[in-house]
């Protein structure tokens, strides 16, 4: 299965709000338009993914800003690699783009050493 450019595209923003985030809806933007996207299509992605509980966004300031939801690096890692269609751990969704904290190598095409050496 070939990842679709709008597959690509909200990996590359749940990896950036994650990776760099907090960050404001700007950068995102951006990020989009490299992409080939407009900001109405990066609207809707962050949408999603709010909806799925992956980010979240501040609006206190008068840039609203889009972070990493707690306690969601897992669900969000697993999505990611999914979109992006890469290898991914069964076990915590690491891949080569996002790796566990810390750093992590594979010890199986499967599995991550994080995860190796936790079971
Ligand atoms: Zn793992
Ligand atoms: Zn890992």
Redesign the pocket.
Known sequence: MTATPSAHLRAALLAAIWQEGPLPAGPLLDLGERLGAQLPEVAVHLQVLLAAGLIFRDDSPVDPLYGPALDAEEAARRLHAQLAGVQA?RV?G?SNTW??EGG?WWVRPDL????AEAV
């Open positions: 751990c915590c690491c790796a566990c992590c991550c050493s994080s995860c």
